[in-house]
């Protein structure tokens, strides 16, 4: 959800003119995906039809209002969702469900904190400044802002050069 949620409100940053906030947007709802696909694996051995209750705000609004919800979004996981998956998954000996959930919470403190920042120069009417380019770890969902990747992912250890650039 959040992953469809983020490329809408990227469109509307674009159309906008927040063109970096944008592609933060686009960037982050690709962490999403990998989230969701580390997630799914988890579940794709097991004969059964699982139902997800997304609870989050959506609609989208202006920029302003998105990011707003994207913080709380966030938050909300790193906080909430995600410690409660954790302590669940540490109880039922889960390991893969554990390291799928350690991973995105993980990645999950750095996208609340890299749209606070959006926020904060939205507020001042200006795009957010980005130094080089957006990337994300294509296994674990860690994103990161440079003119190069990470010589290794500092969440799942994947080397640099796997990283996907926004
Ligand atoms: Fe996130
Ligand atoms: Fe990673």
């Not at 296994?139 to 003119?147: E, L, P, Q």
């Amino acid at each position: 959800m959040a992953h469809m949620r983020y490329l809408i409100y990227a469109e509307i940053a674009e159309r906008e003119g927040y063109k970096n906030i944008a592609r933060l947007f686009r960037a982050i709802a690709y962490a999403e995906y990998v989230h969701a696909r580390n997630h799914s694996r988890r579940l794709s051995g097991l004969d059964a039809d699982f139902k997800v209750v997304a609870g989050s705000a959506f609609g989208p609004g202006d920029t302003k209002k998105n990011l707003g919800q994207a913080i709380r979004g966030e938050i909300f996981e790193v906080e909430e969702m995600y410690p409660a998956y954790i302590k669940i998954a540490e109880l039922q000996g889960d390991r893969q469900a554990l390291q799928s959930f350690k991973w995105a919470l993980e990645a999950e403190k750095i996208h609340s904190e890299l749209y606070k920042k959006a926020l904060e120069y939205l507020e001042k009417g200006q795009d957010m400044p980005i130094d080089g380019y957006i990337w994300v770890c294509p296994v674990c969902g860690h994103t990161y802002i440079g003119s190069e990747p990470p010589e290794k992912c500092p969440i799942c250890g994947s080397p640099g050069e796997k990283y996907v650039k926004f």
